[in-house]
């Protein structure tokens, strides 16, 4: 049976000015609080485009809000008091 060539949608995909694959963040998955000593560090669970298929980190809610502040309109949610 003849392979057939693979097709991939690029819908999504984004790539640099020398056709680099840019790994951009696609949604926020999840939120917990890491306690440090006295302080808190909110965190963020962030879904990626990779090229390797879905991929995900933990990034601190703060620095990443300021980078992409598009994936928190749709997620933001009333934090709840502690």
């Known amino acids: 049976m003849p392979s057939e060539p693979l097709a991939v949608p690029l819908d999504g995909l984004h790539f640099d000015d020398k056709l680099q694959f840019v790994e951009e963040p696609i949604e926020i998955t999840d939120r917990e609080v890491k306690r440090l000593k006295r302080s808190r560090i909110p965190l963020v ?38």
């Open 45 to 82: 669970k962030v879904r990626w485009n990779s090229k390797r298929g879905p991929e995900f980190t933990w990034e601190r809610e703060d620095q990443f809000k300021k980078k992409y502040p598009h994936l928190f309109t749709k997620t933001e949610r009333p934090s709840s008091a502690v």
